[in-house]
């Protein structure tokens, strides 16, 4: 299967568990990546067999910031769902990193990675 890919789309939004984080926010990275056939697209060299990046990266966003949750993984879960259901791909895989959650000890960041696929 194809792939397209967003990475590193940083947003600042007001998930999270800890009263702290609906307050205040803090940054988030989302990757993800879309399966599909491009073979089309390839040969034709038309968008409209593709997926626009733009639409991609508008269609994240709005599920960063338009709405609040209290998980990452509902974070991914929504994004993984307005993707499939916005777009002909077959397969979204969806990364929400935190770089700064509010827990103590030393590490890059948190974050999880689910994988979704249309029927």
């Given at each position: ?10 947003f600042?939004?007001?998930h999270?568990?800890f009263p702290?984080?609906?307050?205040l926010g803090?940054?988030?990275v ?22 626009n990046?733009a639409e ?9 910031t ?15 769902s ?5 777009f ?20 890059d ?8 696929r249309?029927?």
């Amino acid at each position: 299967m194809d792939k397209i890919f967003v990475s590193g789309m940083r947003f600042y939004a007001y998930h999270g568990v800890f009263p702290e984080e609906n307050r205040l926010g803090q940054r988030f990275v989302v990757d993800v990546e879309l399966g599909l056939d491009l073979s089309s697209a390839g040969k034709t060299d038309d968008l409209s067999l593709s997926v626009n990046y733009a639409e991609v990266y508008e269609t994240v966003r709005r599920e960063m910031t338009e709405k609040r949750v209290n998980l990452l993984e509902t974070l991914a879960e929504n994004i993984a769902s307005a993707l499939l259901s916005a777009f002909p791909v077959k397969e979204a895989r969806v990364r929400v990193t935190k770089p700064d959650p509010p827990i103590p000890g030393h590490y890059d960041a948190v974050g999880v990675e689910i994988v979704r696929r249309n029927p």
